[in-house]
């Protein structure tokens, strides 16, 4: 059995489910942040 | 922990560090992973499924360790009433469902060549799959009680109780000798050959600098979000 094709899928899983969590929060964090500065000046 | 009780004084740690673990962490965990795949033997026995290591196991620490920080916080949201206790607890459950999730598929994909399995109801496996469902819950918790207006502090005991999990997680490899093989890595040394092991430092360190970014960056964004409703409320009193 070929090990690649599980090594780089462990590897991809791994790597999109990491860089979705980083962008889902850095999106919400920036997402409020600007809508509280928005109300302040507001 | 109490110097950062008060939120402007927390942010005003939060912002540089958000930038600071975001940076480390994609700087570690991509030469931890670029190392792993590359520079690192194949093992006498596993070959190169070794290389899931390198991943398997940060998630594993980071799947546990998450729901530790949530046991803290509810420790601390229910005995010192600490500020931003609950907003911390919210803000690592997104992260730790994520790596219990990645240890679980990645552990899966390692299973089918080496063990010829994708899944066995063994003991670690199934505390893992339950601590993931744990997480599930908390979030719904979390959320349905913020709606409500809540204090937080079902979420908080449900956090308490579910750490409960933990050292039958650490431990299911000695309770239950089924397929998941015993410790490799302990306090007091390795099994794993030190060619095999060195990317294995950069990957935990990288890859635990991330989930501290998100939850620090997950915390921004509710403290943004609580100003927000504040705000609102007294717009509409007066």
């Known amino acids: 059995m070929n090990p690649w094709p599980f090594v780089i899928s462990a590897y991809w899983v791994a790597i999109c489910l990491t860089a979705g969590l980083l962008v889902w929060a850095f999106v919400s964090m920036r997402r409020a942040e600007a809508a509280a500065d928005d109300l302040k000046r507001k | ?238």
């Open chain 2, 1 to 238: 922990m109490h110097a950062l009780a008060n939120p402007a004084r927390f942010l005003r740690f939060a912002k540089p560090a958000t930038t600071w673990l975001l940076l480390v962490g994609f700087m570690l965990a991509v030469g931890g992973v670029a190392a792993g795949l590359t520079l690192t033997p194949p093992d006498y026995l596993q070959g190169e499924t070794v290389r899931i290591l390198y991943i398997h196991v940060p998630s594993a620490w980071l799947g546990m360790a998450g729901w530790g920080g949530i046991a803290a916080a509810s420790v601390s949201q229910l005995v010192w009433r600490h500020p931003l206790a609950a907003v911390g607890g919210r803000a690592v459950a997104p992260a730790g469902a994520t790596f219990a999730a990645i240890c679980l598929i990645t552990g899966s994909i390692w299973g089918r060549p080496t063990w010829g399995t994708w899944w066995e109801w063994d003991g670690r496996l199934t505390s893992m799959l339950v601590l993931f469902f744990l997480y599930l819950g908390y979030i719904a918790l979390a959320s349905a009680e913020r709606e409500r207006g809540g204090e937080g502090r079902i979420t908080a005991i449900y956090g308490l109780v579910g750490a409960i999990n933990l050292p039958i997680i650490h431990y299911s490899v000695l309770w239950w000798r089924t397929l998941h093989q015993g410790e490799s890595i302990g306090l007091t040394g390795s099994t794993i050959d030190n060619s095999i092991l060195w990317p294995l430092p950069l990957t935990m360190i990288g890859f635990t600098c991330l989930f501290g970014a998100a939850t620090v960056m997950r915390m921004r964004a509710e403290l943004a979000e609580a100003k927000v409703e504040a705000r609102m409320r007294r717009m509409g009193r007066e």
